[in-house]
């Protein structure tokens, strides 16, 4: 089926902000939205990037072949991604080996396992349970609840920040409302200069939706909407 945004959508699809917070009630086709936002920004930098090598080539100049862009597209559980993968397969056609899926403890065991060594974390590295942990001793293993703090560790070494800050140009974050405080810091530290679009779930009436981590939202949104945004509701 070929999906044919809303007005409301397609404002989403064409944003250019730096933040942008996406608000609606479940089935409202956040998700849909933001691979289309993805795929739309995806074209718009190869489209840029051949413009300049077309300038420097007149001119008679040689520019560096520059990475291709790439986004990442945060959510919360595995059931979430899943989702996602199935709802955005069709729209992502073509670019999906550059739109990269996952959660955020899903992003942290990436960081450990690819620089976990330069915080001491020796490999070959395990998840095992706090049991298991206590028992047979750290060395390699770690627990789920190890996860975040060590790739926030580990982006604190300043070539994997830049090394990460240049790989991805935009970061999506679905379902933000249920963001805890680790997950938001791994969103904001992971590659703080490129583009964000944040989707929330929009209560309607009483308040139908729990954020797992109610107390830090104020602070939140006031650090978030410091910076130039725009919210959209669809």
Request: hydrophobic share 40%; charged share 20%.
């Amino acid at each position: 089926m070929t999906f044919k945004p809303t007005p409301s959508q397609q404002q989403v699809i064409d944003a250019t902000e730096p933040v942008v917070l996406v608000l609606g009630g479940a089935g409202k086709g956040k998700t849909v939205t933001a691979a289309a936002a993805a795929r739309a920004h995806l074209t718009a930098a190869d489209a840029d990037q051949l413009a300049k090598h077309r300038i420097a080539w007149a001119s008679g100049q040689r520019t560096p072949l520059e990475a291709p862009a790439r986004v990442l597209l945060l959510s919360f559980s595995r059931t979430a991604v899943a989702q996602i993968y199935d709802r955005s397969a069709a729209l992502l056609a073509g670019y999906r080996d550059r739109v990269e899926i996952t959660t955020f403890h899903g992003m942290a065991w990436r960081l450990v396992q690819q620089w976990g060594r330069y915080i001491g974390l020796s490999p070959p590295l395990t998840l095992v349970s706090a049991a298991e942990q206590k028992l047979l001793g750290a060395g390699g293993r770690l627990t789920y609840d190890d996860l975040l703090p060590s790739g926030l560790r580990i982006l604190q070494i300043p070539q994997v920040a830049e090394h990460c800050n240049s790989r991805y140009s935009l970061v999506i974050c679905d379902e933000f409302q249920d963001t805890e405080d680790t997950e938001w810091e791994l969103v904001r530290r992971i590659a703080p200069s490129a583009g964000l679009i944040l989707s929330l779930i929009r209560n309607s009436g009483r308040h139908q939706h729990h954020c797992r981590s109610r107390t830090r939202w104020p602070e939140f949104l006031i650090r978030l909407l410091a910076r130039r945004h725009q919210s959209m509701y669809l």
